[in-house]
């Protein structure tokens, strides 16, 4: 479904839900980061995509009175009231309406005055498959807000307020990366990101002669757990004992040094912060060269790390990746990881355009026969981040 088709099918169900046509209606992708894992919250550097699913939402003024927002979801979880003349506050842990309802708080508290509205929302982007279905949801609510008020954020400030919804309203102490990608990403780039100067960086890939093919295990995967948490915690302790404000500042030579002052998983853990850092970059000059073996041979460094030494896969992603290298070069596989937090959802493969067809046959079935689990798998090039389709 594209875009445009989206925004229309999200306009009927408002019109189904509402009774009246939308006024406004924005959208925000999903991503896929191609390299550049746990890397946003240590200061570093992550090279994201935006993908072509969207969240879409659409809205009109509320019909009895000003004081109220109700939000509705298409995904049947029940809709939201919330009263501006009070504080907003966070619903009960892990309700989908958080995300959208700390992005509101965000707006309100920045003096923004929306006004009451009823919205729907309406998604395509898989939930808890680690393709930021929540980062859509923030930014395509903050791109709402935007065209409701009138008032355009700075995209950089319009991803951080969106950073923190997630942070105080659904409890997940996340980095950058998804929120940066889905403000900025753009139609046939890459963005290498700079966590630290938080610079963002586009990086042309329009080469028709590779595709990037997601393949989601369905296993579930929840970040809101605490190991996401405990990671950046032992990130944090090996910076203390390494005498650096972050991993970005340490390189393999001090660790190395500092190893016996460490506790041994935190040394694992900033191991993969350094490397992974160092791969990024070379991947992104990679990328630039079209130097696809090179860029493929990053993305498998990156998932022997994220396995072994920050320990955030799984028995099904490694059996996409472990398929992956059967099918190898010949078969028109470059490379294969996983992607985003871990725990399960999605890896990401970089496949020879031409075989794409017989890559996606062989790693579906051959996945299904070991895990038992049937998997998703979509092609996406490189998309447009948060857009408003109406107002
Ligand atoms: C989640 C977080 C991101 C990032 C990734 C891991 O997607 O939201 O900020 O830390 O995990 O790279």
Redesign the pocket.
């Known amino acids: 479904m594209t875009l445009h088709e989206l925004g229309q099918h999200t306009a009927e169900q408002f019109v189904r839900v509402c009774g009246r046509q939308p006024l406004w209606i924005a959208a925000a992708p999903g991503r896929v980061?191609v390299i550049?894992?746990?890397?946003?919250?240590n200061d570093g550097f992550?090279l994201p995509m935006a993908i072509d699913r969207y969240t879409v939402i659409a809205a009109a003024p509320a019909a009895d009175g000003d004081g109220w927002i109700q939000l509705h979801s298409t995904a049947g979880n029940g809709a939201v009231s919330l009263d501006l003349s009070g504080p907003v506050t966070p619903g009960s842990k892990g309700a989908w309406s958080n995300y959208p309802v700390g992005v509101i708080a965000g707006f309100l508290g920045r003096g923004a005055r929306p006004g009451g509205f009823d919205a729907v929302v309406h998604s395509n982007v898989p939930l808890g498959g680690?393709l930021?279905s929540?980062?859509a949801l923030e930014v395509a609510t903050a791109t709402l807000l935007e065209a409701i008020t009138g008032q355009k954020l700075d995209p950089v400030d319009k991803a951080l307020l969106c950073?923190k919804a997630?942070h105080d309203y659904a409890g997940?102490p996340?980095?950058?990366?998804?929120q940066f990608i889905s403000v900025m990403g753009k139609q046939d780039h890459l963005l290498l990101v700079d966590c630290r100067s938080r610079r963002p960086e586009l990086v042309p890939m329009s080469d028709p002669a590779m595709a990037l093919l997601v393949v989601n295990t369905n296993v579930k995967h929840e970040?809101t757990g605490g190991e996401?948490a405990k990671r950046r915690a032992q990130c944090e302790q090996a910076a203390k004992a390494l005498g650096v404000a972050s991993l970005r500042d340490a390189d393999a030579e001090m660790l190395e040094r500092a190893r016996g002052r460490m506790e041994e998983v935190d040394y694992r853990r900033a191991r993969h912060v350094i490397g992974e850092i160092e791969r990024t970059l070379h991947a992104a000059e990679g990328v630039r060269a079209s130097n696809w073996p090179t860029v493929g041979q990053l993305m498998y460094a990156s998932h022997t790390s994220l396995r072994d030494d920050y320990e955030v896969s799984c028995p099904e992603l490694d059996a996409v990746v472990g398929i992956a290298l059967d099918i190898g070069p010949k078969g028109g596989v470059a490379g294969c990881r996983m992607t985003?937090?871990?725990f399960g959802g999605c890896a990401v493969a970089l496949v020879r355009t031409d075989a794409v067809a017989e890559v996606s046959e062989r790693l579906a079935s051959e996945y299904e026969r070991r895990t038992g689990i049937e998997p998703a798998l979509f092609v996406s090039r490189p998309a447009a981040g948060a857009t408003v389709l109406k107002g």
């Open positions: 980061n550049g894992e746990h890397t946003d919250y992550v680690g930021s929540s980062a950073q997630e997940m996340c980095g950058i990366m998804d970040l996401y985003g937090g871990g």
